[in-house]
């Protein structure tokens, strides 16, 4: 299942977004049993007024965001991609965001 949320969409689920850092997903090797040098993405973490929690989204652009942080971050093209995996007897529910880029919202007061 797959759910494109719009900018209005995501301010009623999601409340104001706020930058808190990112970092890099590296590959990893089977064969080594150890991590590589290799990117495979851009995790960044954002903290939601609506949810009261940090949610991680992946970003499609590789590059490390120059963001202040706690600045107010607006999202482009999120979508939303949860999936279930099988915990002992029974499924968990495991969210997925992922978006296209990354920018702060220029003026707004912190």
């Known amino acids: 299942m797959e759910i494109c949320l719009r900018k209005e969409l995501v301010t009623d689920a999601l409340g104001e977004l706020r930058y808190l850092g990112a970092d890099f997903t590296y590959y990893y090797d089977d ?4 991590r590589t040098e290799q990117i495979t993405a851009l ?11 940090s949610i991680d989204i992946r970003v499609k652009s590789m590059e490390l965001p120059k963001i202040p942080p706690y600045s107010f971050v607006e999202l482009d093209g999120l979508v939303y991609r949860p999936y279930a995996i099988k915990v002992g007897e029974r499924g968990e529910l495991k969210e997925y965001f992922e978006c296209d880029n990354i920018r702060a919202i220029p003026n707004k007061a912190s």
């Open 31 to 34: 064969k080594l049993k150890r």
């Open 43 to 53: 995790t960044v973490h954002l903290g939601s007024a609506r949810l009261g929690n």
